[in-house]
């Protein structure tokens, strides 16, 4: 993780891959464990989003790389928004 170039475009990244990547996961291990799906699928998408949070504690805290966090949490509240929207939870 040091390795890391401290930029805003690299954290954005990690912030859409990350709970992109453990979506498909969770969503192909539950599938090869059940054949009923046992989460529904805006729980999976809860999830993934919430795995970045401990990533980026790490990122600023102990790394401290504070672009990169930033750009993740760009990615984060913009998948939240996504998430919020798409599942019409805001009403205007």
């Known amino acids: 993780m040091d390795k890391l170039k401290d930029h805003m475009l690299l954290g954005v990244i ?10 498909v996961t969770l969503a192909a291990t539950l599938d090869l464990v059940s054949s009923e799906n ?7 998408q809860v999830i993934a989003l919430f795995v970045n949070f401990p990533l980026f504690r790490s990122i600023l805290t102990k790394h401290k790389k504070d672009r990169l966090g930033r750009g993740m949490l760009l990615s ?17």
Do not use: N
């Open 14 to 23: 990690i912030g859409v891959l990350v709970p992109v990547l453990v979506y």
């Open 76 to 92: 984060t509240f913009s998948l939240a928004l996504w998430y919020i929207i798409s599942h019409e939870m805001l009403i205007f």
């Open 38 to 44: 046992l989460l529904r699928e805006s729980t999976m």
